[in-house]
């Protein structure tokens, strides 16, 4: 897993095109990247209006993220202890 923090030049056209342009705008907000092997799982910025920078708001990707970074890890776990045991 890699997590990292980035500015908006940083970002991929594609993920440029996917950030909101709340707060202070999509270019000056930082962002969490978040990537596994290369695929890029999560990318959420802070640009968000205070009043909905709440987990239920702005902030419900997190729970996923948390989850989805789990569950790769859960699953690698189990893959590995496959292969032990079959070598």
């Not at 907000?29 to 920078?53: N, Q, T, W």
């Not at 997190?62 to 790769?72: T, W």
Request: charged letters at 30%.
């Amino acid at each position: 897993m890699k997590i990292e923090i980035v500015s908006y030049s940083d970002l991929t056209e594609e993920q440029k095109a996917k950030q909101p342009n709340n707060g202070h705008g999509k270019e000056d907000a930082s962002y969490v990247r978040i990537s596994h092997k290369g695929k890029v799982l999560f990318c959420e910025s802070d640009a968000m209006e205070p009043e909905d920078a709440i987990f239920c708001r702005d902030l419900n990707w997190i729970v996923d993220a948390l989850g989805d970074c789990y569950q790769v890890g859960y699953d690698e776990g189990y893959a590995q202890r496959d292969s032990e045991i079959e070598s």
